[in-house]
């Protein structure tokens, strides 16, 4: 178990740029999510994956945001045309969805700096 | 207002002093996590439950479902305990997803 792992750590882009994020999850881990945390605030969740199935998506998650799972393993996240509110962690999570009672492992997250 | 609210918002202690952060909640839950950040981003989950109490180390959860409280407790807090502390809701039916709250900055000093 080599827990979850995101890259880059950190990305510094200027603002109308496309960034790609990637999260590997716990292996068999079948549920995939992903969060956004501004300063000082708790997370707000983005999208969720089960397997390779979006199945859900936030309203905060603009045309500019697409998020993929190709082969129900590892998840990119695409933020196209970044504007400075873009700015933000962004934290991915998995669970082995047996249930509610299923542990949730977080990676260290994505901070992304619009300028 | 939020769904989940965190109070204190900032909490300075003395090392070793009994720390209480509270959680309520306004929706139906499945259950409820309690993590902690600390700088640099990472998160580790400390806690899920959706009844009565655990206790790992000297650390202890308690939720009244009832009431829509839930309740962490450090006791002979230390230095190191010193992150943020998130109480997160898994609403019912929500395909688990969480709904946090703003987070408790925890200073613990020597």
């Known amino acids: 178990d080599t827990g979850v792992s995101q890259n880059p750590r950190h990305k510094i882009t200027k603002r109308g740029q496309n960034v790609t994020f990637r999260c590997d999850p716990i292996s068999e881990h079948n549920r995939l999510y992903w969060y956004r945390q501004t300063l000082g605030q708790g997370p707000e969740f983005l999208t969720y994956f089960q397997n390779e199935a979006q199945l859900e998506k936030s309203r905060l998650l603009s045309d500019r945001f697409s998020a993929e799972r190709p082969k129900g393993s590892f998840s990119t996240l695409e933020i196209q045309r970044t504007e400075q509110g873009d700015s933000a962690m962004y934290l991915c999570?998995?669970?082995?969805?047996?249930?509610?009672?299923?542990?949730?492992?977080f990676g260290n997250g994505t901070r992304l700096t619009v300028t | 207002k939020n769904e989940v609210e965190q109070s204190p918002q900032n909490l300075t202690a003395q090392e070793g002093e009994f720390i209480t952060i509270n959680c309520s909640y306004s929706?139906?839950?499945?259950?409820l996590h309690w993590l902690q950040q600390h700088p640099g981003g990472g998160i580790v989950s400390l806690f899920m439950l959706s009844s009565g109490k655990k206790k790992h180390g000297r650390l202890i959860a308690t939720i009244n479902i009832q009431e829509k409280h839930s309740s962490l407790h450090i006791t002979a807090s230390h230095p190191r305990d010193s992150a943020v502390y998130i109480c997160a809701a898994i609403r019912g039916g929500s395909n688990y997803k969480l709904t946090f709250g703003k987070g408790t900055l925890l200073t613990v000093n020597p």
């Open positions: 929706v139906g839950i499945s259950a």
């Open positions: 999570a998995s669970s082995s969805g047996q249930g509610y009672n299923s542990p949730l492992h």
